[in-house]
């Protein structure tokens, strides 16, 4: 069959992409359905090529093997894979997969596949309105070694979610538009382009409903989606099998098809109550002393910091768990850790995967992880090496059965708290992985030469003992010295396969500013197959370390480079942003894809930027912006000027401002966290979750829901005192003034919103447990009474919870969950209180309340009217209680 392929030049001017010319693949004979076999919930078939091989980017494999599961009554599992070869899949130690509830019949299933014989095509409807939702009808399925086409029609205007990682818009464009998978440090995170993690699963939204698709497939790929003729999704992918979940979602509730894909993935993990505080960092603070002053500049400042973090500066040159003697001596860098926890404060470090490639200098961590084996291998068998931060380095092998043990060691020594650095979470970074060598890398030393790797000081050693906080003089210390199935690949090109992905690292190679493609695992798998899922097994491998250092204390860990399920043990910063309004803007779909889609739910850019130079107005609102992050972190490069929010005077009141505002919603989003962690229910919403008839939500990513019911509305404009957000058809309360307010399914333009403040409101029908006010730390936070907030819906009716523990154990022996229902001027406060929080509620707000009552009532006794203040202007009814919060109890009014 004739067909025509062109590789050109990206746009971008740095990856080379394969274009084919779809009709000519839609052309090609597919399969046809032989020996079908149906037997209760699965369904199996042959599939046989069906004509003339169009042998595009390779030789058509004649038979497949095609495999139909009804896994519940919400999720159907389609697998087509080689009938007669072994073919990568992602492993389940990686990705544990669901098992099928053995009870589900196709006939009681949400969704239903249908299939056509010849030309082999499937589809998969809604059962209840028989709305086909994916459909294969009309396009060739194509399966050879190195390519893989499938291709599904899509409504006109199709609203498309995910597909994750990127920076575009959180609704995806349907136009010519690529979507490639694969992870690369990608610095300045720009538009259009793979990014450092890879999520392929996306969410659909119609009016009728919302459903999801999952390809379990780590190779990488290409998913097309144009509406050049009729709206299309295409994948095109260069190994592996197709695996396909499909998920039934929702015909009223866009969160339950969140919650299914948690069913596939896993839920997140919980994080630590103190996770939630203001985090500090900055790549090239040049020594201890540096770090110990923005510690207490912020002190100084009354600026909440919780955790103080430092990126790679400490290493000696740039080795990881090494300190530098001169720069960051262990017995000063401890007294700052010893400081920070007798402050109740955390910290914090830096960890790259790469290690520095140094046999016979006596580098412990190279030496020993020589000695178990663990390195990445090259082709030949020799280990695979890379040029990274410490020069030439090598690459921990995460499938090795002692790479593990090794890991937990590195940690157990350099982060002892009794002679090392005594973290408190992990910051993993590089892990895509990344490397700074050029393809071909046939010369990582001299690369490395070029590159000046590892960098120099630009500055002077300190006073080793020069006081800090406050000192009179410094203290000394002894400083610790640490410097299966078998896939075969033969006769394909790794390198350099048929179909080009465009990829946008370097030259598009796959190989390009990364680990070879052609290196081995030491189970035998290839890195072209495992590329993408190396951060999160890194994530894995860091999190079990912390678990071995604290053991029965959850993790801390924040990463990089992330897969489909990565939420299950880390957390994830968007990466190298710059300190521009337009990535400001793009963080809210960034965290809104990672916590809204993907399951990764501690999410947060870094404010500010990373990039380039911030300015007073950006950094204001952009730590206004941040503090509605569930991850809050401060973080920029060595070659932009210093932006803690202690610099200019408006960023330090607008931190200030925000994060009252923040920390008195700690224990709302820690509820919601635990939800998530429970079911999948997102913390970070978009607001068509909220409204899903309401289309003009669709393309919102300006705003967001923080939590279930804090609408979030940032200006989003340079130096501009005005935002005009969109308010749906229900009620809603301004958060500083309580004041109701009548959304119209329109926008309305706020004024007058000055750089140290931020627009938020409280959906109607949420009872809102609040501290009373901020504090310093998260523990000075648990000592400080609670407040509900009752804000009734357009019913008159409202309810809430609130989910409260130690904060920090991974079981908890006790713990309090309760309830909140307000009906006719009546809030009860129900639940189990195994856990005592040791504080007051201090008060009840009643919002949207017409008059002033005549008696207020706790527990059916009058309070006395000096405990009882009515606001005729915002309506509020605020009735003083200051009870302990131990144990249930009603107000009312009337």
Not at 163 to 168: A, I, S
Not at 334 to 339: G, P, T
Not at 400 to 407: L, S
Not at 683 to 710: H, R
């Amino acid at each position: 069959m004739m067909w025509r392929r062109l590789t050109v030049l990206s746009l971008l001017g740095v990856a080379y992409a394969t274009i084919t010319d779809p009709s000519v693949l839609d052309a090609c004979p597919g399969y046809k359905a032989t020996h079908v076999n149906v037997g209760g919930a699965k369904l199996t078939a042959n599939l046989e090529l069906a004509g003339t091989a169009c042998n595009v980017f390779g030789p058509d494999i004649n038979k497949l093997k095609l495999e139909v599961t009804y896994e519940t009554k919400t999720r159907i599992h389609v697998k087509i894979s080689d009938a007669s070869s072994a073919r990568y899949e992602v492993p389940e130690s990686v990705l544990p997969r669901p098992k099928a509830d053995p009870f589900t019949l196709p006939q009681s299933s949400a969704i239903q596949f249908n299939y056509t014989t010849s030309p082999f095509s499937f589809s998969i409807f809604r059962k209840k309105t028989e709305e086909v939702l994916f459909s294969t009808a009309s396009h060739a399925l194509i399966f050879e070694p190195q390519y893989l086409r499938l291709k599904t029609n899509l409504p006109s205007n199709a609203n498309i979610y995910g597909l994750g990682e990127h920076t575009d818009t959180f609704r995806l464009p349907t136009h010519n538009y690529t979507r490639t998978l694969w992870s690369r440090d990608a610095y300045l995170v720009p538009n259009g382009t793979n990014l450092y993690g890879n999520h392929p699963i996306y969410f659909e939204h119609r009016t009728s409903g919302t459903h999801g698709v999952f390809l379990a497939n780590s190779n990488g790929m290409d998913i097309k989606l144009d509406d050049t003729n009729l709206t299309t999704l295409e994948y095109n992918v260069i190994g592996g099998i197709l695996d396909f979940y499909f998920l039934a979602g929702s015909e009223t509730d866009p969160t339950e098809v969140a919650r299914q894909y948690a069913e596939i993935v896993g839920t997140p993990a919980e994080v630590p109550y103190w996770s939630l505080g203001l985090h500090q960092c900055r790549f090239g603070y040049q020594n201890y002393i540096e770090v110990a002053e923005v510690i207490t500049n912020y002190s100084a400042a009354a600026i909440p910091l919780e955790t103080m973090w430092t990126d790679i500066d400490y290493m000696f040159k740039r080795r990881i768990f090494t300190i530098d003697p001169d720069y960051f001596p262990m017995s000063r860098m401890r007294e700052i850790v010893d400081y920070l926890h007798s402050h109740d404060q955390r910290f914090v470090l830096m960890t790259d995967p790469a290690v520095a490639y140094l046999p016979g200098e006596g580098y412990p961590t190279f030496d020993r992880g020589t000695q178990a084996d663990i390195w990445l291998k090259a082709a030949n068998g020799s280990v695979s090496l890379g040029a990274v931060w410490p020069g030439v380095t090598v690459f921990p092998d995460w499938f090795h059965p002692k790479v593990q043990d090794y890991w937990n060691r590195e940690f157990a020594i350099f982060y002892s708290p009794k002679r090392g650095l005594d973290i408190d979470g992990a910051w993993i970074d590089m892990n895509e992985p990344s490397s700074f060598c050029n393809y071909p890398c046939t010369d990582p030393f001299q690369q490395a030469k070029e590159q000046d790797l590892p960098p120099p000081r630009t500055s002077l050693p300190p006073d080793p003992h020069a006081p800090i906080f406050n000192q009179t003089q410094g203290q000394t210390q002894t400083t610790l010295s640490l410097n299966r199935k078998r896939v075969n690949h033969s006769g394909e090109d790794l390198q350099n396969p048929p179909y080009a992905i465009a990829n946008a690292a370097g030259s598009g190679a796959l190989s390009d500013r990364t680990a070879y493609v052609d290196a081995k695992h030491a189970n035998g798998l290839m890195e072209y197959d495992t590329h993408n899922l190396y951060g999160t097994m890194m994530s894995t491998a860091t999190h079990n370390a912390m678990l071995a250092r604290r053991p029965g204390l959850r993790t801390l860990v924040i990463t990089r480079s992330t897969f489909a399920g990565a939420g299950t043990r880390v957390g994830k910063w968007l990466g190298d942003n710059n300190s521009e309004w337009e990535h400001y803007r793009k963080s809210i779909a960034g965290i809104l894809g990672m916590a809204g889609i993907y399951q990764v739910p501690m999410v947060g850019a870094d404010i500010c930027g990373y990039a380039g130079n911030t300015t007073e107005t950006l950094c204001a609102r952009w730590a206004m912006l941040g503090a509605f992050y569930t991850f809050m972190r401060d973080h920029n490069s060595d070659t932009s000027i210093s932006q803690e929010f202690y610099r200019w005077p408006t960023v330090a009141q607008a931190a200030r401002n925000v994060l009252d505002i923040r920390y008195r919603l700690i224990d709302y989003v820690y509820t919601a966290l635990h939800q998530q962690h429970i079911d999948g229910t997102p913390v970070l919403q978009p607001l068509w979750y909220q409204y899903p008839q309401d289309a003009s939500t669709f393309p919102i990513d300006l705003q967001f829901f923080f939590g279930p019911s804090i609408l979030v509305s940032p200006v989003t404009e340079e130096n501009s005192t005005t935002v005009s957000p969109y308010f749906p058809k229900d009620i809603f309360y301004d958060f500083q003034t309580l004041a109701p307010f009548e959304g119209q399914g329109s926008s309305v333009t706020l004024e007058n919103v000055n750089f140290t403040s931020i627009p938020v409101h409280i959906k109607g029908g949420v009872v809102l447990p609040l501290r009373e006010k901020g504090a310093m730390t998260t523990t000075e936070l648990r000592k400080t009474d609670f407040e509900l907030v009752v804000a009734p819906g357009t019913d008159g009716q409202a309810t809430g919870s609130l989910y409260f523990d130690d904060g920090v154990s991974i079981t908890q022996k006790f713990s309090t969950t309760v309830l909140f229902s307000f009906k006719k001027s009546i809030l009860s406060v129900t639940g189990q209180f195994g856990f005592t929080t040791q504080v007051n509620v201090a008060r009840v707000k009643f919002l949207n309340v017409s008059k002033a009552p005549k008696n207020v009532k706790l527990n059916g006794r009058d309070l006395k009217k000096s405990s009882v203040e009515y606001d005729p202007i915002g309506k509020v009814l605020i009735a003083s209680l200051g009870i302990p919060f131990r144990q249930g109890f009603d107000v009312d009014y009337s």
